[in-house]
């Protein structure tokens, strides 16, 4: 099989970005083809399928073929992304409550994690196969703010909760590095460990 690209394009105006669809592409930038029609953001891709955003609702899409995980997904960098086990992480919304799920799409069962002190904020990309990972924080005004890495079991239990204050910055089998600042702003990386205790 020939290696490709799997990318979303979307087109500015100001401020707004409007997704213009997804595409695939050869290494070499050649023959271009439309996948997914605009209005479709790339999430995540594996070889059980794509997973892409749509407003508050997360499509598998699979051999052209469509099935709705949620129509309560939260619109932030990335509410859902697949786990090394092939089960869907995602991140929902409902009646004012967010929370992390995992959700299983060869037999439709769901794990749903119990809420922590601070609000789901964004999935955390990661290669440990044993945990799932997302940051926390605080919400006002339209803005939030990292306060804390949610280390999560693949089980549907919370391993550990440590202060960040930063986004995701790299990756490894098991750690994660995350930059931030600290009171004095002064720059700050975090390393996680993936095997906590």
Not at 169 to 190: E, I, Y
Request: aromatic fraction near 4%.
């Amino acid at each position: 099989t020939t290696a490709n690209l799997l990318i979303d394009l979307a087109a500015r105006n100001g401020e707004n970005l409007t997704s213009t669809g997804i595409f695939q592409t050869s290494l070499n930038g050649q023959n271009w083809n439309a996948l997914l029609e605009p209005g479709l953001t790339l999430l995540d891709q594996s070889t059980s399928g794509t997973l892409a955003q749509q407003a508050n609702t997360l499509w598998l899409i699979r051999d052209s073929q469509r099935q709705m995980i949620t129509d309560q997904l939260v619109d932030n960098t990335q509410p859902a992304q697949w786990t090394s086990d092939g089960r869907i992480a995602v991140i929902t919304q409902s009646n004012g409550l967010v929370q992390v799920s995992l959700y299983n799409p060869a037999d439709g069962t769901t794990i749903t994690y119990s809420a922590t002190e601070a609000q789901p904020l964004q999935l955390v990309s990661s290669k440990d196969p044993a945990h799932l990972f997302w940051s926390a924080g605080t919400c006002a005004n339209n803005t939030c703010k990292v306060t804390q890495l949610i280390t999560a079991n693949l089980d549907g239990t919370l391993a550990n909760t440590a202060a960040a204050s930063g986004e995701s910055a790299a990756h490894s089998a098991n750690r994660n590095a995350l930059r931030g600042t600290d009171t004095d702003r002064n720059q700050r990386t975090l390393v996680i460990d993936g095997q906590p205790s």
